[in-house]
């Protein structure tokens, strides 16, 4: 089973920018489609972004799209999430995830079965 650990979070200025990173282990991470989701407080988990296991095909939601950019260095094991023009209704905690549909695009948690501990992005008015 794959374990994943996110880092890059922190405290940002609204139009700011930061880079989430998501580094995996204990498997062969281009056997893996992957995903970005985040949850703020009281809120549901929700789906920001995926991408598929050799990183050609990439998928977002509308609430990031075009802010938001998702790759990923397989020979590194590693998969970003750049994000701009960052507002305060991005603050959450950004969590990676792994499937075994390696080549789908799932916005479903359901379809996820490895996720990190989550790195908190909190963006300031």
């Known amino acids: 089973q794959v374990q994943l650990v996110e880092s890059g979070g922190g405290l940002v200025q609204a139009g700011g920018s930061l880079r989430l990173s998501c580094a995996a282990s204990g498997s062969t991470f281009s056997n893996y489609g992957m995903g970005w989701f985040r949850q703020a407080p009281g809120k549901e988990r929700d789906f920001v972004s995926a991408?598929?296991?050799?990183?050609?095909?990439?998928s977002y939601s509308p609430a990031v799209k075009g802010r938001a950019t998702v790759s990923r260095d397989n020979a590194k094991n590693v998969m970003y999430l750049q994000m701009n023009d960052l507002d305060p209704e991005d603050t959450a905690i950004y969590f990676c995830?792994?499937?075994?549909?390696?080549?789908?695009?799932?916005?479903?948690?359901?379809?996820?079965?490895?996720w990190g501990q989550g790195t908190q992005v909190t963006v300031s008015s």
């Open positions: 991408i598929n296991g050799n990183g050609d095909l990439k």
């Open positions: 995830a792994a499937t075994e549909q390696r080549w789908g695009l799932s916005a479903r948690l359901s379809d996820y079965g490895a």
